[in-house]
T-cell receptor, first 111, second 110 residues
Framework: GQQLNQSPQSMFIQEGEDVSMNCTSS?????WLWYKQDPGEGPVLLIA?????ELTSNGRLTAQFGITRKDSFLNISASIPSDVGIYFC???????????FGSGTQLTVLP | DGGITQSPKYLFRKEGQNVTLSCEQN?????MYWYRQDPGQGLRLIYY???????QKGDIAEGYSVSREKKESFPLTVTSAQKNPTAFYLC?????????FGQGTRLTVV
């Protein structure tokens, strides 16, 4: 099936720094979703992107739908301790009936 | 409140026993999903259902079974045939393209 490659796999940053992560695919996606998972909890939807080139913000988070429709980017500005968690990208696959997830980016924010 | 409820949060079972994980949603979503998550890894699809009384295997369905008798409920049974059942299990429901998750069930087989 379709696969999403997410990078980096993990990040250690200082509080207050900006963060960038990305997700790429060998095939076209019509929707990109970004989720955050806190330890021991289910993922929570952060941002949904529906159109190539679209740039959407949610507070300190900004995500972009790549022009080629094969990639997406998530940026977090001025990181804070509660940003710690795993960030996943996801997109519909299998005739849009399934949802494929990337392997995740583990973010650690150091005080 | 609308949402997805998974129960129990933690589950311990002896090796060789079947165990059923509950997933209930009151969002009126047609599609429901079960994912498995192992430490440090992403989400792998076990089963999904688009409508009542219909479901399809995902990427790692071996050793698992599901039913979808009601729109609100999509229970997952981890059978004794599953070789390595200890994991974090996540249920999701979906409307259009966006999926919403429950809080997960951590299953430990001893």
């Amino acid at each position: 099936g379709q696969q999403l490659n997410q990078s980096p796999q993990s990040m250690f940053i200082q509080e207050g720094e900006d963060v960038s992560m990305n997700c790429t695919s060998s095939s076209i996606f019509n929707t990109w979703l970004w989720y955050k998972q806190d330890p021991g909890e289910g993922p929570v939807l952060l941002i949904a992107l529906y159109k190539a080139g679209e740039l959407t913000s949610n507070g300190r988070l900004t995500a972009q739908f790549g022009i080629t429709r094969k990639d997406s980017f998530l940026n977090i500005s001025a990181s804070i301790p509660s940003d710690v968690g795993i960030y996943f990208c996801a997109g519909p696959s299998g005739s849009a009936r399934q949802l494929t997830f990337g392997s995740g980016t583990q973010l650690t924010v150091l005080p | 409140d609308g949402g997805i409820t998974q129960s129990p949060k933690y589950l311990f079972r002896k090796e060789g026993q079947n165990v059923t994980l509950s997933c209930e949603q009151n969002l009126n979503h047609d599609a429901m999903y079960w994912y498995r998550q192992d430490p440090g890894q992403g989400l792998r699809l076990i089963y999904y259902s688009q409508i009542v009384n219909d479901f399809q295997k995902g990427d790692i369905a071996e050793g698992y079974s599901v039913s979808r008798e009601k729109k609100e409920s999509f229970p997952l049974t981890v059978t004794s045939a599953q070789k390595n059942p200890t994991a974090f299990y996540l249920c999701a429901s979906r409307f259009s393209t966006e999926a919403f998750f429950g809080q997960g069930t951590r299953l430990t087989v001893v």
